[in-house]
């Protein structure tokens, strides 16, 4: 399983590694707890993870997605796009690995919901996997990415967050995270949860400016 900053869908990069920040832990069961299972991993910077998408309603039979890349309107087929809305649920990611601890990893650069279920991890292999004249023409580049200055986070609410995670909501927020049928919305306020807090911010003229936080109560706490 894979514990991440990320309590629900919105928010999530929509792809791995676009925020670094993003650090999550690999879980095992027990039985695959033990550190032969691991042994040489460390030789490697980043592995590949075959996850599910857990949280996605059952698949619809639909043959054909959205992508927001193509402004949400246009329509390609699911198996020409990344959508999560697949017949098989299946993920696949690219991650950073920081540091190997007992029965876990720690990971960076995570685009998954917390407890989302890993059913393998394997090695990344940039000699065979890094292909530098590959083509993707409508999905180029990487995101664009908003400034530091157009992110309007105000000090008093900075003051109550501490400082990493400060860091990964600026990260999250340099995205657009907003559907793509919802960008011409100027006064729409969004929220979401990250890192145990929830943020609620809105859209700008100049960027994004946040206007809330407040600590998430765990659930089970008692009054």
């Not at 998408?53 to 890349?69: E, I, L, M, Q, S």
């Not at 011409?184 to 929830?198: Q, T």
């Amino acid at each position: 399983m894979l514990r991440t900053p990320f309590a629900e869908k919105f928010g999530v990069p929509r792809q791995s590694g676009i925020i670094p920040s993003a650090v999550g832990t690999i879980e095992f069961l027990p039985e695959f707890s033990g550190a032969d299972f691991v042994r040489g991993i460390e030789a490697f910077s980043h592995l590949w993870l075959v996850t599910g998408f857990h949280k996605n309603p059952p698949w619809d039979g639909a043959a054909t997605v959205r992508p927001p890349r193509l402004g949400g309107n246009e329509r390609v087929g699911v198996f020409a796009s990344r959508s999560p809305l697949r017949p098989n649920g299946l993920g696949l990611s690219v991650v950073t690995l920081l540091a190997v601890e007992p029965g876990r990893l720690k990971v960076g650069g995570v685009d998954c919901v917390d407890g989302t279920p890993i059913f393998d991890l394997k090695p990344y292999l940039p000699w065979c996997e890094a292909i530098p004249d590959a083509r993707s023409d409508w999905s180029q580049a990487a995101p664009i990415k908003r400034p530091e200055d157009q992110i309007s986070f105000p000090p008093t609410l900075a003051r109550t967050v501490p400082d990493d995670v400060v860091a990964l909501m600026k990260q999250v927020l340099a995205l657009d995270l907003r559907p793509a049928y919802q960008a011409s919305e100027s006064e729409r306020v969004y929220g979401m949860a990250l890192a145990g807090w929830n943020v609620r911010w809105k859209q700008t003229a100049r960027g994004v400016e946040v206007i809330e936080i407040h600590r998430l109560e765990v659930k089970g706490a008692r009054e």
